[in-house]
């Protein structure tokens, strides 16, 4: 796997953005991160603008995920996504506090006036790449971080259901890559491999482990090996510790952050 990390000045913030560059030249941006500027400025930098994109991808309605859509809404691009990703508040529980984590009002009426192709199933967005449709769980790693959502005036859990995450099918094998995971990372996985019946040579993006306990990274780590996954680049939301853990773990760990690339034909 050829891992490149370039020098110009990106700009990191909390959330989870990734560019995807096929060998037939398509684009696609999964997810946003949280800022309209900081993307637009970003993508800048690699002598793209948001009208250069074939379409974007959000992998559900969190804003760090989803709040730096307004430039490509602008531009006319494109927004694949699930039915109920911009279907309203949503919050995160905090200290016992209720924090939102939704898009702020004015994109999501921006959102709806543009309009997005909204489908919950398994499909081809471009050549080779896929979106995973709704992930079936598996209670014993369903995710159980207190988020929330409002409905009908009162605050009911939300499970996230919405979330769907970008399988590219390559000459090597299946890459998988997840937004933040709250399906559970081994029920995308295993989608995957359902699926497309490939070898995946990598598995990357945001896991959603921060805060599990070392006896739950283990198992975590050791059925990614048995499900074959050889590569792998915790981000986002993986958790500091579900990266030392997996880095000893993984022979192949890669750690990525603003800027970097990764060319998959290389692996």
């Not at 796997?1 to 913030?13: G, L, W």
């Not at 598995?203 to 050889?230: I, N, P, Q, W, Y």
Request: with cysteine.
């Amino acid at each position: 796997m050829k891992r490149s990390r370039d020098s110009r000045r990106f700009i990191a913030q909390h959330g989870f953005s990734m560019l995807i560059e096929t060998p037939d030249e398509e684009r696609v941006i999964f997810d946003t991160g949280p800022s309209p500027v900081i993307i637009s400025q970003n993508l800048e930098l690699l002598g793209l603008e948001p009208a250069d994109l074939n379409l974007v991808f959000i992998s559900h309605g969190h804003r760090d995920h989803a709040g730096g859509l307004a430039p490509f809404i602008e531009a006319g691009i494109p927004v694949h996504c699930a039915p109920d990703t911009f279907m309203g508040e949503r919050f995160v529980e905090n200290d016992g506090k209720l924090v939102t984590v939704s898009c702020d009002t004015e994109l999501l009426e921006s959102i709806n006036s543009h309009g997005f192709i909204a489908s919950n199933d398994f499909r081809e967005l471009v050549p080779g790449i896929h979106a995973s449709g709704l992930v079936p769980r598996n209670p014993e790693f369903e995710n159980t971080c207190p988020f929330w959502k409002k409905e009908g005036g009162a605050f009911v859990k939300d499970r996230i259901l919405d979330e769907q995450s970008l399988y590219l099918d390559t000459e090597a094998g299946v890459v998988v890559i997840c937004g933040c995971s709250h399906a559970g990372v081994l029920n995308v996985v295993a989608h995957a491999r359902k699926l497309i019946d490939r070898k995946i040579i990598l598995l990357m993006g945001g896991f959603h482990l921060g805060g599990a306990s070392l006896e739950t990274l283990l198992k975590t780590a050791d059925a990614l090996r048995k499900e074959g996954v050889k590569h792998i680049a915790p981000m986002h939301c993986s958790g500091f510790e579900a990266m030392r853990v997996f880095s000893d773990i993984f022979e192949h760990f890669e750690l990525m952050g603003v800027g970097d690339a990764i060319q998959v034909d290389q692996i």
